[in-house]
């Protein structure tokens, strides 16, 4: 096959992917990086920090400070957390829990307790 069919056919391909990892999601910044997805939130006072690269590495900050990491090039389990962390409190301790998912683009899901609280909805 020549090269020109070839690429007029790949050609649609990579711009269907550029698009839809340039979909803005809900609670998430860039933070002027193009390969680098952020969720913000706060959990009892908290502040907590999902941060996702394109390079297979998902970080969860607590008040600024790395508490844990899960270095993987792919995830294709949606049911199971990347990431789990226990927050705990004189009153009780609660559960967080990020999810990961990739295809094409990656989607995060954050649940407190096991109920959706940030990110995609999968």
């Known amino acids: 096959m ?4 070839l690429s007029l056919l790949i050609f649609p391909i990579i711009l ?11 609670n998430r910044s860039k933070d002027g990086n193009l390969f680098k ?14 941060e996702n690269n394109s390079f297979g590495s998902l970080k ?3 008040e600024g400070r790395l508490v844990s990491e899960f ?20 009153e009780k301790n609660r559960k967080l829990e ?15 307790d096991g109920v959706r609280i940030a990110g995609d909805n999968f």
């Open 71 to 90: 270095k993987g090039m792919f995830a294709m389990d949606k049911k199971k957390p990347k990431i789990t962390f226990i927050i705990e409190s004189d």
């Open 60 to 62: 969860l900050y607590c």
């Open 37 to 50: 997805d952020i969720i913000d939130i706060a959990v009892d006072g908290k502040k907590f920090r999902v």
């Open 16 to 26: 269907t992917i550029y698009f839809l990892t340039r979909i803005k999601k809900e």
């Open 98 to 112: 990020v999810y990961a998912y990739s295809i094409w683009t990656v989607n995060l899901k954050i649940t407190l």
């Open 2 to 5: 020549p090269n020109y069919i």
